[in-house]
Structure formats: C-alpha cells, structure tokens
Nanobody, 118 residues
C-alpha cells in the first residue's frame, strides 16, 4: 500500500487547512486510516483515526473540536480538516493505514508540513 499525503502549507493562526491522503495498492475501503503529527523535538502523536466503517476517533476533546477526519472510498482518499489552527499545531503530518481493525499501522505516507504562524 502506498500513501501520499498532501495539503500542508503556511497558514495564520485561526486559519484552516485540509490535508489529503491518497492510497493505492489495496482496496481503500478496507483500510483503517490514521493521521499523526510530529513537531520538532517532540514525539509523534496520534491526531485522528477513521475505521473502514467510518467510526472516527480523536485523542482529546480539543482535537475533536477543531479537527475532522473523513474518507471518500470512491476517491481512495482520506482527509483531515483542521480549523482554528494554533501555533502548537505546527508539525509534519503523516497519514497511515492498516488492514487490521485495531492496533498499530502498517503503512505510512511521507508527511506534509503544516506551519502555523502567530
């Protein structure tokens, strides 16, 4: 499975971005997809996840309030809509996929950089 993340860029605090993750090499509808991020000097953290049955998970209420994960199986694409961005959201964002219904992720995209200016 190949995953290609895109949509990052420079945005002012309070702005929005939508990240995309295009998958190839496997039936996308059977993949569980997650978004992660890694800021400079910090560990990678989970941002959002979506199951093949469209169940969505977020690690915190704050993340859930500002970020929305979705998927379009017809386009083999998962999205991460990010609103009200803050400087602390600056990071490289990665999408990941797994054929299993829980646990870790087996496939990783190359990452897309999001920079939020204050």
């Amino acid at each position: 499975v190949q995953l290609q993340a895109s949509g990052g860029g420079l945005v002012q605090a309070g702005g929005s971005l939508r990240l995309s993750c295009v998958a190839s090499g496997r039936t996308f509808s059977t993949l569980r997809v997650g978004w992660f991020r890694q800021a400079p000097g910090k560990e990678r953290e989970f941002v959002a996840g979506i199951s093949w049955s469209d169940v969505r998970t977020y690690p915190t209420n704050s993340m859930k309030a500002r970020f929305t994960i979705s998927r379009d199986n017809g386009e083999n694409t998962a999205y991460l809509q990010m609103n009200n961005l803050k400087s602390e959201d600056t990071a490289v964002y990665y999408c990941a996929g797994s054929a299993s219904t829980s646990g870790g992720y087996d496939y990783w995209g190359q990452g897309t950089l999001v920079t939020v200016s204050s």
